[in-house]
């Protein structure tokens, strides 16, 4: 089972993947594609990582998403990517545009084999006003744009407001 | 039937809008309310155009939507709106508070009467922060008050995310 | 019944609060968090106060709002308390974090006991681009996370987009 759990920020969509995840009773593998470039990111990975079960394996993925998910898939296991936004960002500030849409091409290819349960993260960014600045707008369309590709190979998709999820694609969980 | 689809940057409102009215199987009038001021929006209009039948007509109208519907709605016939954001967006850019108010009050008479498939497209930007500047302040005011208006006199209402529609009145098409 | 009521701009939140108040046919009391500091912010209460009947109590409580709820509360009454975020606002501005978090906790605390109808507005700001700026994050990720713990101890949470209510947690109304 595939599923995309889209969410604003503070919605509760990381808790919720992490809830499903606990749930599988699936051995779990985090991928996590934050970076620690200052102290308020920092401040934030050490908040999620304090909220995990001690015997999820971690690994740190920025830019090579694709290559994780099929090293680690297994029919038996749990995938966890927090978060497709962030990934997106790495990407776009390595500003590589054949980098770019060579890994996400990758992405959507590997997704559409890979074994086991996914469970994907992405921030809903394009409900607000799109702030001026090229990278910003670059963003709102790529983010979009890979949300509904990634949507469309998904089983299920949710959308969390306060916490509770909205079903978008199958059953609620 | 009346249709309003709501979503928004990037989450498929437009390609929705489009294959409802594919799907209706009547001759499609497309209603565009842009207008190429930059090379961004040109970009963006040409990839729309690209997209959609060749045998639907195209009216440009970043103003007087509401004559223009009028003018080309016909009981067999299905229009595309798209959208009513850049159109409001044109009218509030015009400056001139009197025009916005005659365009926007004979939008909604003339939609009340309408006969035929109405699709009408509207980006919802009003759940993020908004940033500052009047004008924004303005146009979030106006968007949202607009599309409760025209969501009034819709028989459906749909909004958008990651490509997936939500239904907030009306059936899921 | 505890009802939780989040939106974006111009949303209908107020709207749908005010009549389910009415609908409810308890004497209500509205509880406005909104200080008049600018003649926008003048203009925007105004407005919704000619909207109001005139029976209703209307108390103006920017900071103190669990004592206010306590001391108001009635099992046969109704409480609109229009809006929880303006109210967070009120208590970030006042820059002081020990009482943020001693008043954010009395609400909690005071909710999960209160009698009679109450029900909660909130803007939903999350799903946007997050602007720049300390304050601004400082808000967002206490927002999110308000809305979320109040969600919780709610019967009842509600998502307006164009005026219309999503239902995230119990029944439509």
């Known amino acids: 089972m595939k599923t995309l759990i889209l969410g604003g920020v503070r919605s509760g969509k990381s808790r919720l993947a992490e809830r499903l995840a606990r749930e599988s009773g699936r051995p779990v593998t985090y991928i996590a594609t934050a970076t620690a470039g200052d102290a308020e990111m920092s401040e934030r990975i050490a908040a999620h990582r304090a909220r995990r079960p001690v015997d999820w394996a971690v690994i740190e993925t920025p830019l090579a998403l694709a290559a994780t998910l099929h090293a680690?898939?297994?029919?038996?296991?749990?995938?966890?990517?927090?978060?497709?936004?962030?990934?997106?960002?790495?990407?776009?500030?390595?500003?590589?545009?054949?980098?770019l849409a060579r890994e996400r091409q990758a992405l959507l290819d590997t997704l559409a084999v890979l074994p086991g349960d996914i469970l994907l993260v992405g921030n809903e960014t394009g409900m607000g006003i799109v702030p001026l600045g090229e990278l910003t707008r670059r963003y709102c369309d790529a983010a979009g744009w890979l949300h509904q590709d990634i949507a469309a190979c998904c089983d299920r998709v949710l959308l969390t407001v306060a916490g509770l999820p909205l079903a978008l694609k199958g059953e609620l969980p």
Chains 1, 2, 3 share one sequence.
């Open 72 to 99: 680690h898939a297994r029919a038996d296991g749990c995938l966890i990517v927090d978060c497709l936004t962030l990934w997106l960002t790495n990407l776009l500030l390595a500003n590589d545009e054949q980098a």
